[in-house]
């Protein structure tokens, strides 16, 4: 995984004038970003139905958090975490989060038992329901950093590598499977545009693996129907599984080929099932 440079940007969902070395946000620049910050914004968090925006932002704070990298949130930036983290948001001014499951309270407003939990953290997420932030939290958050370094793939398809690793994959795995006895005729008989097929089985792993483009999914379809008709039996079946996890394994780390393995054979077990069940019907 790519780690930050000392220098790498804060990311910020809104402009923070009083915040050096800080840029907009975006799910490209996640993963080299020191940390990401939810400024007080005054919108709902609690219902965010017909907020498109708000349904970005909350994927993006999820892909922060799966990616290890540290976020701090304040007003509705931190009921925003809090909902990101999977705590019910209350409405209010402005909307407040409940104490994510796991979290330490580190501070609480209200009067007993309408206690609100105004400061707490979990893990590298830290969050002031205040709309203001109070330098403190601010200091001791920014001093944290040195020691948030590291970062976690943030999909699947990032722990194998990203998009050029599955291609280089699906275009070797091809390219041996065409000089195969048994799996050659199958697709010399079906593939008539070689490019083309090749772009459509990189977007359908791409996919699988979690990646995403401007547009939503590069693969949308169904695994069965892609491959009625093709008479697979289960000697078939195994040999794409054994020629495609041989190709994994001579071109990526050990744990990405181990990913890639394990997904195809789920993949191949699905496809088994269904030949199976349409061999038996009457």
Known sequence: ????????????????????????????????????????????????????????????????????????????????????????????????????????????????????????????????????????????????????????????????????????VVVAFYRRAQADDLLGPVFAAQVQDWPAHLERVTAFWVTMLGGSGAHGPPWRGNLNTAHAGLGLRAAHLARWLALWKATARDLLPPPAAELLGQRAQVMGARLRTRGTSQRQAP
Do not use: C, I, N
């Not at 909350?58 to 809090?82: E, F, K, M, N």
């Not at 590298?124 to 020691?147: H, I, K, M, S």
């Not at 590291?150 to 699947?156: E, G, T």
């Open 1 to 168: 995984m790519t780690q930050p440079s000392p220098d790498a940007p804060l990311l910020t969902l809104s402009p923070l004038p009083g915040w050096p070395g800080t840029a907009p946000a975006a799910p490209a620049a996640l993963t080299t970003a020191a940390a990401l910050l939810l400024p007080h914004d005054g919108l709902p968090v609690a219902d965010v139905q017909g907020r498109p925006e708000r349904w970005a932002q909350l994927g993006l704070v999820s892909g922060a958090l799966r990616a290890g990298v540290p976020v701090l949130g304040w007003g509705t930036g931190a009921a925003l975490l809090g909902r990101a983290l999977g705590a019910t948001v209350y409405p209010s001014t402005p909307d407040w989060s409940a104490l994510p499951r796991g979290a330490q309270a580190l501070a609480w407003a209200g009067p007993g038992p309408l206690q609100v939990p105004l400061h707490w953290r979990l893990d590298r997420a830290v969050a002031w329901a205040g709309p203001e932030l109070p330098p403190q939290v601010r200091a001791d958050f920014l001093a944290a950093l040195p020691g948030w370094t590291s970062r976690r793939p943030a999909s699947p398809l990032e722990a194998v590598g990203g998009e050029a690793a599955v291609r280089a």
